[in-house]
Nanobody, 119 residues
Framework: QVQLVESGGGLVQAGGSLRLSCAAS????????MGWFRQAPGKERELLTA????????YYVDSVKGRFTVSRDNARDTVYLQMNSLKPEDTAVYYC????????????WGQGTQVTVSS
């Protein structure tokens, strides 16, 4: 079992920055992929970025390329999402999640953290 706890959300003005953290515990994650998702009111949850725990390979959806950066600290079992140049449309609940390399579906989820960007 894996437990994921997000933190770092809050209220920020457009153009500002936030860094979200996702602390993992419960088992080794060396064979997992970590993803950051968000869900805005009335919209479906979307995958923003992912990173392999062992190799650090990354993926970004086009809408956040150049603005968001995912990273991980293996020693702290923590994954980060640095968000710059935030826009009001980035307002959502942000979730981190984990899946084994060999499966397409994310099986472990955090509780989410609210990010609100004011114009």
């Amino acid at each position: 079992q894996v437990q994921l706890v997000e933190s770092g959300g809050g209220l920020v003005q457009a153009g500002g920055s936030l860094r979200l953290s996702c602390a993992a515990s419960g088992r080794t994650l060396s064979s997992y992929v970590m993803g950051w998702f968000r869900q805005a009111p009335g919209k479906e949850r979307e995958l923003l970025t992912a990173i392999t725990w062992s190799g650090g390979n990354t993926y970004y959806v086009d809408s956040v390329k150049g603005r968001f950066t995912v990273s991980r600290d293996n020693a702290r079992d923590t994954v980060y999402l640095q968000m710059n140049s935030l826009k009001p449309e980035d307002t959502a609940v942000y979730y981190c999640a984990a899946r084994p390399y060999q499966t397409p579906n994310y099986v472990y989820w955090g509780q989410g953290t609210q990010v609100t960007v004011s114009s």
